[in-house]
Nanobody, 126 residues
C-alpha cells in the first residue's frame, strides 16, 4: 500500500537548521509532484512548498522562501525539506503529501492531495 513516512523532525534552537525526509513507497514516486504542508498546534494546515515530479520546478510560501529548500531523489523515492534560519513560528507538525496534479501551483484544497504521511514534529525554541 501507499506509504509516506516523514523523519528528521526534532527540537532546534532559533536560527538552527533541520532536514526533513519523506520516504515514499507503494506508488511510482517519480510520477507525482510532492508537497510539504505544516500544521502548528491548534491551527489549520499551511502549505509551504511544492516540487514537480522531475524535481526541476519548485514553489514556496512567502513565510519560508529563502530559508527552506525542497528537493527530491527519485532514485531513492525520497522527498526532502532543508530548513534553515528556523524561527519559533516554524514550530509545527510537518507533513509530506503527494499531489494529484503534476504542478507546483499553490493548492490549499486538501482533497487535491493524493496521500499524506503521518507527520514529523519540529519545535524551534527561542
Amino acid at each position: 500500500q501507499v506509504q509516506l513516512v516523514e523523519s528528521g523532525g526534532g527540537l532546534v534552537q532559533s536560527g538552527g537548521s533541520l532536514r526533513l525526509s519523506c520516504a515514499a513507497s507503494g506508488f511510482t514516486f517519480s510520477n507525482f509532484a510532492m508537497s510539504w504542508v505544516r500544521q502548528p498546534a491548534g491551527k489549520g494546515l499551511e502549505w509551504i512548498s511544492n516540487i514537480n515530479s522531475g524535481g526541476d520546478r519548485t514553489n514556496y510560501a512567502d513565510s519560508v522562501k529563502g530559508r527552506f529548500t525542497i528537493s527530491r531523489d527519485n532514485a531513492k523515492n525520497t522527498l526532502y525539506l532543508q530548513m534553515s534560519s528556523l524561527r519559533p513560528e516554524d514550530t509545527a507538525v510537518y507533513y509530506c503529501a503527494s499531489r494529484k496534479k503534476d504542478t507546483v501551483e499553490v493548492i490549499t484544497i486538501w482533497s487535491e492531495y493524493e496521500d499524506w504521511g503521518q507527520g514529523t514534529h519540529v519545535t524551534v525554541s527561542t
